[in-house]
């Protein structure tokens, strides 16, 4: 290989591995350090890190300091925990409604006409690429007591008097299988349309009634889209900040929550970085899960 | 060779004495009856009636869009018929779904389930069914052993080749015991020397299970060497049924003499014999005579026809054949070896080109026809075939 | 043939695009309204896009945002297709497993953790924070959103091509250049738009990366929406769905236009 070649090629490698190495796996491994040292009220409100002038002594001095008091916090003070779990709860909750609406979603949009399919996928990435934020800020004023939803449902006399939606898990749960809906939908569609449609007809000349072969050939097929749109839709929602921040009021617990509080409100700076370690043990395995899946599907892809 | 009769023999049929088509009052297990089908604005089948018999290996044959995958999914229950009614022992299927229906289809891209090993895949019908387990395993292993795939049972399909696929798809259409077995472009995918040993073990095991064989193909020769009959298709009607000995030597039409094999057509009239005699002059356009046999004796002097040689029924020589009804003079123009045939395409004195193949019956000619030899072709007039449509 | 919609289907399709696109209707029309209640509608009027023109903070923090956006999609699209091609095209390399690791963890990766880890790392080196941090921190995760757009297009690249422009005597950096490139333009737009909006969008990350001088849109809607509904911010939301729709109609149309000009010349 001539030499411009291999300087190229060493180049393309070379600049986006270390822009992530710098600007991701670096970040995280000082997230790591920070979780095991002790808050300061100063700025920076954590102690220093390694200093390298000390040399070895000063390395053997900061293993010395390393200390696991901020997690043993957080296991002992109920807030975390609960925080933990119930992200963990409101995530699965959450990715399993938005299975079950995605799936019909993008089961039908595969039933379209082929010049329709074009047209719906545009239609189901559109929001996509406008603001979450807007997008959440949306249902503020539909779903509270005096929004847009209440006032329909009393005029039609539906209720009699308004319902408490916003502020509660109910609208944590609308919104996020709002904003998640093309992450579940589109895994779906991509391996729906792929599905080859004589197979289908293969199992109802089988004797399958449509039922049966729906069950037995196009959801077991369906499987890497929907663990794919599962694992884009949970890991996210685990450490959602922005909807229920908005749309949760004070009674939702999640984890993205706390640890925007414990870092701008209290600014304990190692207390919020032992609550990002956590997390992301927790989510490493969905994270490495993922990762396959999409190595997996692109492999078929080809 | 005499002149033929008018009824189908079973000339160059599979199975001589097997005919059911012929006997009278025998009642067909497939009834197409006035069978349409439109798409939007296009016919895909056009009032077509059609009927076949228990225990034939039936091949609808057509070029691709003539209407024939069409007919297969409506037996199956894919499609549902625009007019008309398709009558299955009797009974007309039409409100039947494709999961009720006693027949099964082996598809053209076998559409094996790729998340079920070979044993599921042939099982799944049958569970279907409610059949009991140790049945079940039972007929698997029965299907298997039959397509010669018992080893294989765990397999998945991607683990497997493209001949060993089309076994399994076989043994799973076949599993439930079908009245009928409809093969959509069964040897599509396979490559040539595959595809004719695949030929002659569906035939036999379509022998052993006397199930009824529907096959639709595009490929002549694979219908003429496995069926008992062949109905030919174009543009949404049949335009001739019957055993692959007729449709090769008596075909109905131009179009079916020039899909099915190869075939050599002068566009001519008649001029001389014809009304009620056995033969017919037909004036060649550059005033050469040919004389043609009629064994139907319906031509009438002035009728515009064509005349249809095959190419292995004419010869060609070096020197003018004596006694020869009818001899063209012309030019060697290519020459196509084959090993086991030679083919020749003379170029006649009046432009016209005309195929003769010649078997290579000895290992070396002495002196071998040459590029612009000056040869004749000659055929006789029972070589031919007289075509009006 | 036998596809077709079914009582059900079409039931789905009206719910789950109606679902997805009434919220947002809803919120334009109010930007509207000319009574300041948001659920009472007092008559059309643009009287909030005029309010919001003359917002100075609103306008100031827009035209931060978009800054930020077109330098993060221009970096992040180089990066993200170089990453791509690395991942396509370079076999099994040492280090490939860390390296796909870190293309496909940033975008599941919650955003929280994201941001306070690069905030800590900005503060760890002692950079001052704004403008050009947010950047660094919004190239990182929407770069490998446009490495999976890309890798997507050129795993179904037929490598023939390639082959072909080699065949007939062009350095590989040529061929990169001159038959690559060119075909994969369109998914190199789409990362490109897809980086852009992903930074307009951020509103978490942006919160840890950003300092006291550069205060983006998100994080000022934000901060107003925390106050209560308003029409200006409904105008606002107006404009900026107005505009990316506007964005990707347009890059939907040449990426269909350079789609089917390769095709017919494919």
């Known amino acids: ?302 | 060779m005499a002149a033929p009769e008018k009824s189908s023999r079973a000339v160059g049929a599979v199975r001589q004495s097997f005919a059911p088509w012929n006997e009278p009052g025998k009642s067909p297990l497939i009834r197409f009856e006035k069978v349409s089908k439109r798409f939007g604005d296009t016919l895909a089948i056009d009032d077509l009636t059609l009927d076949i018999f228990e225990g034939e290996f039936f091949c609808l044959l057509g070029p691709s869009g003539c209407g024939k995958s069409t007919l297969m999914r409506m037996l199956a229950g894919f499609e549902q018929l625009t007019n008309g009614r398709v009558l299955l022992a009797g009974e007309d299927i039409a409100g039947v779904p494709p999961y009720r229906r006693p027949v099964n289809m082996m598809f053209q891209s076998y559409a094996l389930f790729p998340h079920m090993n070979v044993e599921k895949n042939v099982a799944y019908g049958l569970v279907q069914e409610g059949m009991r387990r140790d049945e079940i395993r039972a007929r698997v292993a029965e299907m298997l052993k039959l397509v010669q795939m018992e080893s294989f049972a765990a397999r998945r399909p991607d683990q497997l080749s493209g001949g060993q696929r089309q076994r399994v798809a076989l043994a799973r259409a076949l599993a439930k015991r079908p009245k009928v077995l409809l093969l959509d472009e069964p040897l599509g995918a396979l490559d040539k020397k595959l595809r004719e040993e695949t030929q002659f073990e569906l035939m036999d095991i379509q022998i052993k299970l006397g199930t009824t064989f529907l096959v639709v193909t595009h490929d002549q020769e694979e219908a003429m060497t496995m069926a008992d009959r062949i109905a030919v298709m174009d543009h949404g009607r049949v335009v001739q049924v019957a055993t692959p000995g007729v449709i090769y030597e008596q075909p109905a039409s131009r179009f079916v003499a020039e899909f099915v094999g190869d075939v050599n057509i002068v566009e001519t009239v008649v001029e001389g014999g014809g009304s009620g005699s056995p033969w017919a002059l037909c004036a060649k356009n550059d005033g050469a005579a040919l004389s043609v046999d009629d064994p139907d004796e319906t031509l009438e002097r002035g009728d515009a026809v064509v005349v249809a040689v095959r190419p292995e029924k004419m010869r060609v020589s070096r020197e003018r054949p004596e006694g020869e009804a009818n001899v063209l003079a012309g030019e060697i123009w290519d020459i196509g070896y084959l090993g086991d045939w030679t083919v020749y395409r003379v170029r006649l004195d009046d432009g016209a080109i005309m195929r003769v193949t010649r078997a290579n019956a000895t290992r070396f000619t002495e002196r071998p026809l040459d590029w612009e030899e000056r040869v004749f072709v000659s055929f006789a007039p029972d070589a031919a075939v007289i075509l009006t449509k | ?266």
């Open chain 1, 1 to 302: 290989m001539a030499l411009r070649d291999r300087i190229g090629r060493a180049l393309i490698l070379g600049a986006p591995f270390a822009w992530l190495g710098v600007f991701f796996l670096l970040p995280v491994g000082i997230v790591l350090k920070i979780s095991l040292s002790e808050q300061r009220l100063a700025q920076p409100p954590y102690w220093p890190l390694l200093d390298i002038s000390e040399g070895w002594e000063g390395f053997l001095a900061f293993l010395a300091d390393l200390s696991l008091e901020n997690f043993l916090f957080l296991w002992e003070d109920d807030l975390y925990v609960a925080s933990f779990l119930s992200s963990l709860r409101i995530a699965a909750v959450a990715t399993f409604l938005l299975l079950l609406i995605g799936f019909p979603l993008a089961y039908a949009m595969t039933r379209a006409p082929r010049s329709w399919r074009p047209m719906l996928v545009a239609a189901l990435i559109l929001p996509f690429w406008t603001s979450f934020l807007i997008r959440v800020y949306a249902w503020i004023g539909i779903l509270k007591p005096e929004g847009l939803l209440n006032h329909w449902l009393l005029s039609v006399g539906l209720i009699s008097a308004p319902l408490q939606i916003i502020d509660t898990e109910r609208a944590v749960f609308i919104g996020l299988v709002y904003t998640y809906l093309p992450f579940m939908a589109l895994p779906l569609y991509a391996t729906l349309e792929r599905l080859d449609d004589s197979l289908i007809e293969a199992a109802q000349d089988l004797g399958a009634s449509a039922f049966k072969a729906f069950w037995t050939i196009t959801v077991p097929l369906a499987k890497p889209g929907i663990i794919a749109g599962s694992l884009l839709c949970f890991i996210p929602i685990v450490g959602e900040f922005v909807v229920p921040d908005l749309l949760g009021g004070s009674e939702t617990l999640m984890i993205g929550r706390t640890l925007w509080t414990e870092f701008f409100g209290n600014r304990d700076w190692p207390l919020a970085s032992a609550v990002a370690i956590v997390l992301l043990v927790i989510l490493v395995v969905p994270i490495v899960l993922f990762r396959e899946a999409e190595a997996r599907r692109l492999e078929m892809g080809r």
């Open chain 3, 1 to 266: 043939m036998r596809r077709g919609l079914s009582f059900f289907n079409v039931t789905a399709l009206v719910f789950g695009f109606a679902f997805l696109y009434l919220p947002i209707l809803l919120l334009m029309i109010y930007s509207f309204n000319e009574s300041r209640l948001v659920t009472v509608w007092g008559g059309f009027s643009t009287r909030w896009y005029g309010e919001l023109l003359r917002n100075e903070q609103l306008m100031a923090a827009a035209w931060v945002t978009l800054r930020v956006a077109f330098v993060t999609a221009i970096v992040a699209t180089v990066l993200g297709t170089m990453a791509a091609i690395a991942l396509t095209r370079y076999g099994r390399f040492r280090g490939r497993a860390l390296f796909t690791g870190l293309v496909y963890a940033p975008m599941v990766m919650p955003e929280v953790i994201t941001g306070l880890s690069l905030l800590l790392l900005f503060v760890a080196i002692d950079v001052g924070r704004g403008y050009w941090t947010i950047v660094i921190a919004h190239t990182t995760f929407s770069m490998c959103f446009v490495t999976v757009v890309v890798q997507s297009r050129l795993v179904t690249f037929d490598r023939a091509l390639e082959e072909a422009a080699l065949d007939l005597g062009a350095p590989p950096w040529k061929v990169f250049f001159t038959v690559t490139l060119p075909l994969i333009a369109p998914a190199i737009l789409a990362g490109f738009l897809l980086a852009f909006t992903l930074s307009m969008d951020d509103l978490v990350i942006a919160s840890f990366a950003s300092g006291p001088g550069a205060t983006t849109l998100p994080m000022r809607i934000y901060s107003q929406v925390r106050l209560g509904v308003t029409p200006e911010i409904n105008a606002a939301s107006t404009i900026l769905i107005a505009l990316v729709t506007v964005a990707v109609i347009v890059a939907a149309l040449v990426t269909k236009r350079s789609v089917m000009r390769a095709e017919r010349g494919g």
